[in-house]
Structures are given as structure tokens and as C-alpha cells.
Nanobody, 123 residues
């Protein structure tokens, strides 16, 4: 059984900050890329940022300079620090984790998603 669980969403005023966390647990062999996506009603889920197991990062243009993604390999956790939040950042934020499992070894990778956490930025 593998779980990916987010925490840290909430309501914040424009210009404020939030930190999201996402922890993976279960029978995991290794964790490759972890990422954060977001989705608003009627729109497709979009990439916010991701980070490889070598800590290479990738950001969407709309968050560059404001958001920072980081990870703690020992804790199997990825973080998203969000600064200078804008009302348009309001969305459900989802964590993704590309995992290999103990059951299958290192040759097959599976993408797991968290349940999502709401971030609301008021103007």
C-alpha cells in the first residue's frame, strides 16, 4: 500500500505565504521525480513545479521567483514554499510522486497522486 498525502493548504491574503508538504509512504523502492500541480474548476491540471531525485528543479513561468520546491529524501517528502501569493494562485494543489515499488523493483515507475489541498488567496 502506497500513500501520497499533502498538507498545508489554507486561506491567505494576497502577498502572503504558505508552505505545502507532501509525504510518500508505503512499500516504496525509490522515489524519482516529485511535483506539484494545480487545478481550478473547468481547467486542466497544470504543472507548478517539479524536482528530480538529483534535486534538479523545473518551474512554470507563472511561479518563477515566487515559489520554491524542495525535497527531503530521508523523509520521502516534497515541499512547496509559496511567497507573494496572488488571487490567481487560488486552486487545489496536488502532489505527484513517480515511484518504483518494492514489489516490482526498479524497472517500473508508477505515478501516484495525493488527494489535493485547497489554497485560497484573498484580494
Amino acid at each position: 500500500q502506497v500513500q501520497v498525502a499533502e498538507s498545508g493548504g489554507g486561506l491567505v491574503q494576497a502577498g502572503g505565504s504558505l508552505r505545502l508538504s507532501c509525504a510518500a509512504s508505503g512499500s516504496i523502492f525509490s522515489i524519482n521525480t516529485m511535483g506539484w500541480y494545480r487545478q481550478t474548476p473547468g481547467k486542466q491540471r497544470e504543472l507548478v513545479a517539479d524536482i528530480t531525485d538529483g534535486s534538479s528543479t523545473n518551474y512554470a513561468d507563472f511561479v518563477k521567483g515566487r515559489f520554491t520546491i524542495s525535497r527531503d529524501g530521508a523523509k520521502k517528502t516534497v515541499y512547496l514554499t509559496m511567497n507573494s501569493l496572488k488571487p490567481e494562485d487560488t486552486a487545489v494543489y496536488y502532489c505527484s510522486a513517480d515511484l518504483t515499488l518494492e514489489r516490482f523493483g526498479p524497472t517500473r515507475t508508477f505515478r501516484y497522486w495525493g488527494q489535493g489541498t485547497q489554497v485560497t488567496v484573498s484580494s
